[in-house]
């Protein structure tokens, strides 16, 4: 649990280290072109989730955040014997909750900064706390269904 806990507060750092950044020397949709029609960095204020889902919901969406985190520790981490790499796709996961989760208690929302064009496709905007909960949720994803074999299955 202590590599887990390591993990978490440094994504948490990292996290609002970024986005005080952000903060002091972008005022709110001000931003700068990083790579012209791809990357740009924009401060915005998101109330909502993903593509600003249940936006305005700010006691929603910090209930659905500790219910979470809640759920990660009673149904994956407690009473698990975890291989170090899971023990840091948990720590990068709960890092990044916990950074989203802080913005919205002590600001109301959370500082979005990271804004991406592919394709002519204008992506929502987003911050390091999201890029560590989409990331570590694929890799659990992987390692939980991906090239297991069944046991089941007899080679003919």
């Known amino acids: 649990m202590k590599k887990i806990c390591s993990i978490s507060l440094i994504c948490l750092i990292i996290d609002q280290f970024i986005k005080l950044l952000i903060t002091i020397n972008f005022k709110l949709y001000e931003g700068i072109v990083v790579?012209?029609?791809?990357f740009s960095i924009i401060r915005v204020h998101n109330t909502g989730a993903a593509w600003s889902f249940l936006t305005g919901n700010t006691f929603a969406l910090i209930l659905l955040s500790l219910l979470a985190l809640v759920a990660i520790y009673l149904f994956f981490i407690k009473n698990t014997e975890l291989k170090k790499l899971e023990k840091i796709i948990y720590g990068v996961l709960?890092?990044?909750?916990?950074?989203?989760?802080i913005d919205r208690i002590f600001r109301g929302y959370v500082?979005?900064?990271?804004d991406f064009q592919i394709f002519k496709y204008n992506f929502p905007v987003f911050n390091f706390a999201d890029i560590c909960i989409v990331l570590s949720v694929l890799a659990?994803?992987?390692?939980?269904?991906?090239?297991?074999?069944?046991?089941?299955?007899k080679d003919n």
């Open 111 to 114: 500082v979005d900064f990271l």
């Open 35 to 38: 790579i012209p029609n791809f």
């Open 140 to 153: 659990i994803l992987i390692l939980q269904f991906g090239g297991k074999k069944s046991e089941d299955v």
């Open 94 to 101: 709960i890092g990044g909750i916990l950074g989203n989760l």
